[in-house]
């Protein structure tokens, strides 16, 4: 088909979003629930009647209710539809619903479905409250991040308590921090100038979980109502996953939309994109202060697209913490003092694990319609692990679909070496990045060190709690912790201990 071929020039005609805030758990809709009600929503946003034609279902996994399987038959009964194709993703990964539209669009311009639906949601706030409802033999309570069945695994870095995000994306802001070349103070003060852009536009949108502005200083200070969470990180630099929330659009091509009656005033038009990733593994990175795959993530869509920063009037840069927008900032060149989120953040936005991004493309897409402008989507998923960005415009673009749009090789060839994991090690290293966990109540949980030993490799270390001077410089922005030296050596159940070159 050539470029001008309307069957081959994928848009996106109708999106959908909901919160489910229930007085009582036990009325709160399921994940299914959602997504129902989210494409329901899609549906009458592009003018009704898509859904009964929709040949294509593409979920994102959940995470809350790990017994339901949307693809199973379940949703498509809700909604009183068949389809030919269908699929979930396998994880419940932030770049998801950006892979998803990517490949509906491929599926469109291949004749593959007219009419494609993309669709996610999480339940985790009725899901937290129900297990409460439970109290657990060990007085534990319910986590559904840490409970996770693939996070149940004990592994080296599981044994520092390094297992989920909040104990990993710290890595990256400490590095990141030291390698930008900024004091504590600076670094924290560009996390909370980025963070109280998006809560004001959280603040604007009705769809936004917390539609309260905050201060750059709320932000990054500590409180009773902003605890320490993992150093420099407070409750709201973090992704608020206790949320209820759904989303989803739907997509088809332009010969059948205009078909269809839909005024072209009402559509957004998809771009090229391009998609990239990094080992699963976070101790198996070349380093903690950029991305690899982010970068050429980012470069490669902004190239394809023909388009510079000053051409872009919204992005969407993935907020789970500020490490992530910091490192896509400086690649895309994006300035401080422009939101970097239309929906507004993985905190006031909401942050519904994998499906955030699609509430992201629902909110671009209502700011493109009727105008030329474009918008850029980056989404980030794992940890730092997979990264995925797609232009979407208010106006034809010239892309040519479907498009190949894995760029692996190129993204390989700017890793840098990975070094060896010596899980063993005693004797001197360096502080490469580190993290300071804390208990609920503020009060330090503990440190873990990752260090380069003298000949190069990786290693961990723990900080116990008690250990007041070496979490005291770790945290007080003094003295640059990261490329300082120290020494590692073995507890009796042979877990490294950091200590202080001077102690």
Known sequence: MSETDPHAVPVIIGVGQINDRPDDPA???????????????????????????????AVVSQLGWPHLNPVDGTLAEMLGIDHAHREQTAIPSGDSPVLLLHEAANRIARGEARVCAVVGAEALRTAGQLAALKPRKDGSKPNALR???HRQTEGYAQRYGLVIPTDVYPLYENAGRAAYGQTLAEAQAESGAIWA?????????????????????????PSSNNRMIAFPYTK???????VNQGAGFLVTSLAE????????????FVGYGAAARKDGDFLARDHYYESFSLAVSIEETMRLNEVTVDDLAHVELYSCFPCVPKMARRVLGWPLDRPATVFGGLTFGGGPIGNYMSHAVAEMVLRLRGT????????????????HTIL????????????????????????GPIPDIEEDYTGEAMIETYVVHYERDGSVKSGVIVARTASGNRTLAHVPATDDNTITFLTDGIREPVGTAGLIVRDEAGMGLWQMADG
Do not use: C, H
Request: proline share 4%; glycine share 8%.
């Open 27 to 57: 009325d709160g809709l399921d994940p299914i629930g959602l997504m129902a009600e989210a494409l329901r929503r899609a549906d009458e946003d592009a003018g009704g009647d898509w859904l009964a034609s929709r040949d294509s279902l």
């Open 147 to 149: 409970d996770a069945k």
């Open 197 to 221: 852009l998006m809560s004001e536009v959280a603040a604007e949108n009705e769809s936004a979980w917390i539609r309260k502005p905050v201060s750059a200083e709320e932000v990054i200070t």
């Open 236 to 242: 709201l630099q973090v992704a608020n996953a206790a």
């Open 257 to 268: 939309a205009r078909a269809r009656g839909v005024p072209e005033d009402r559509l957004a």
């Open 372 to 387: 030329s402008d474009k918008g850029l989507l980056f989404a980030n998923g794992g940890y730092a692990t997979y990264s």
């Open 392 to 415: 979407l415009s208010g106006a034809p673009t010239g892309a040519v679909f479907p498009q190949d749009f894995d760029f692996q090789l190129e993204a390989d060839a700017r890793r």
